[in-house]
Nanobody, 123 residues
Framework: QVQLGESGGGLVQAGGSLRLSCAAP????????RGWFRQAPGKEREFVAA????????GYADSLKDRFTISRDNAKNTVYLQMNSLKPEDTAVYYC????????????????WGQGTQVTVSS
């Protein structure tokens, strides 16, 4: 399975910002929509945000759309997640995957996940 490389996580104080990156090798997945998901300790993985292959359509979890912004640079085959005004409850491992539109939702196209990148927000 081709792995997407998540990076950019770290430890940040509440109110701070981070930008996560999701890179794919070469042109792999360049024509696929891609999304971010997160999993906090003891909780199920949840949808965060998604973006179409062209970047023209985006989707967000309702509770995050005012603070998070997804974007992509197709020349670099990389998708970004800008996270602002971070809160302790944003602490989780963040994963990237190829996604598909499913009605009003975005769902993973495959059940294969990389290592993710850890985001820890201190209070």
């Amino acid at each position: 399975q081709v792995q997407l490389g998540e990076s950019g996580g770290g430890l940040v104080q509440a109110g701070g910002s981070l930008r996560l990156s999701c890179a794919a090798p070469g042109r792999t997945f360049s024509s696929y929509a891609r999304g971010w998901f997160r999993q906090a300790p003891g909780k199920e993985r949840e949808f965060v945000a998604a973006i179409s292959w062209s970047g023209g359509n985006t989707g967000y979890a309702d509770s995050l759309k005012d603070r998070f912004t997804i974007s992509r640079d197709n020349a670099k085959n990389t998708v970004y997640l800008q996270m602002n005004s971070l809160k302790p409850e944003d602490t989780a491992v963040y994963y990237c995957n190829i996604v598909q539109r499913d009605g009003s939702s975005w769902t993973p196209r495959r059940d294969y996940w990389g290592q993710g990148t850890q985001v820890t927000v201190s209070s």
